[in-house]
């Protein structure tokens, strides 16, 4: 199909330099609009308050963005982002059971966010018939006299672009905050049913200076809360020798910001190396806190009617908690869906996305949620599943200390590269069974 058409993507953040990547194949013309000035080089801005905090690549993203943008992975370790073996290289406590670390193929990248996006920015800027306007803030759309199809977007009086701006297609990407259930109720539509876990994550973040010996020598760590004890924490390679240092609290607790507080918390995880670094290690800023008060996820696919020309993508579609670092992953394959599909046919795209996009969704959805139901504070239905799969999670972390296949299938799983039901497969259910029965050694438990 030749390329031909204007599509306008609200947002110009990871997920709208995605969403533009599936369109350059289909349309002529692609204008994405951001509110935001966007920064030349990488630079925390106002729009994405969350890129301060640690961002996890994990290895299904790098597959996709490789896939996407070829050569960015090389790109990204030029511009100083470390590669990470993401079972070898990295310390794992899981409900305070340290995973045998072994060396794999889960390959993932520490940066910080705003590298990222800038490399992002800049391979989607140069692609043909892309143009980003920064400072252009959409105040609603534009459809047809009977509503059925969205024509455009309305944007603010200071954008210098007009009162508005027509389209065959447009992608709502502004993220959590996203206008659609307003603007789509302005036409007459249905508001989508909405999915809502409140967690209540505070998280805090402050950088270190990276140098040899730290952390045992691995490239990172990571913490799981768990019942009682709901505090995480994560260290991650950053470019410029740094280590970002995350902490993160659910259900009212919040991570300190103050210096001895900080040290406290980060002395009281599981995880030995997180106290240790930030005990001994040069911090290079102050810590900086942030707060994620709900998972929240838009059923568009289970409305009976949507406009045609309109889609919703990436967190605006389903934003998920951030300790499980699987934000960009999920947008990035929303993008190879849309390419996909645009490769096929415009014909009823919007049924066919959000189908598509909600069976993609549901397993990185059942991993959040499962998991952040697994604290009593968290309301949500526990269902038999739910509840066995808590349980049989925490044998298998447990079995993970010593044996390191329980370890990599889970990591796969949780990198998105296998589905959940993987782990109940009969050959990791008999390694979790066989271990359950023996006595665990005194090495399984987190010192």
Known sequence: MAASGHAVVVGASLGGLLAARA??????????????????????????????????????GRQVLEELFPGLGADLHRRGATPVDLHGQVHWYNDGHRMRPARSDLTGFGM???????????????????????????????????????????????????????????????????????????????????????????????RYRREAGQLDGMLGVLANAMPGRPRYGVVAPQEGDRFAVTMAGILGEEPPVDDDGFARYAASLTAPQVGELVRDGEPLDEPVRMRFPASVR????????????????????????????????????????????????????????????????????????????????????????????????ARLHAAAADDAVLGAAFLRVLNLIDPP????GPDVALRVLVAGRQRPSASSIAR
């Open 112 to 206: 910080s966010r705003p590298l990222l996006e800038q490399a992002v920015r800049e391979r989607v800027a140069a692609l043909p018939g892309v143009r980003i306007v920064p400072e252009c803030e959409v105040t609603g759309l534009t459809a047809t006299p009977d509503r059925r199809r969205v024509t455009g977007v309305r944007l603010a009086p200071t954008t210098g672009l007009g009162d508005s701006l027509a389209a065959d297609l447009v992608i709502d990407a502004g993220g959590r905050g996203s206008r659609s259930p307003i603007w789509l109720a302005e036409l007459g539509y249905p508001t989508a049913r909405q999915e809502r876990v409140e967690v209540g994550v505070t998280y805090v973040t402050r």
């Open 23 to 60: 369109l350059v194949d289909t349309f002529t013309e692609i204008t994405l609009l951001d509110r935001d000035t966007l920064p030349a080089e990488p630079a925390h801005r106002r729009g994405v308050p969350q890129g301060r905090q640690v961002h996890v690549l994990l290895a299904r």
């Open 298 to 393: 838009r059923r568009y696919e289970r409305l009976a009617r949507f406009p045609d020309g309109y889609l919703v993508f990436a967190d605006a579609l389903c934003s998920l908690n951030p300790v499980y670092g699987q934000g960009i992953t999920v947008a990035a394959g929303q993008a190879l869906l849309l390419r996909r599909l645009l490769a096929r046919d415009h014909d009823r795209l919007a049924r066919r996305f959000f189908r598509r996009a909600a069976r993609m969704i549901d397993a990185p959805w059942s991993i959040a949620v499962g998991a952040d139901l697994r604290f009593p504070g968290v309301r949500g239905r526990r269902t038999l599943m739910v509840r066995f799969v808590n349980a049989y999670l």
């Open 421 to 424: 039901a993987r782990l109940l």
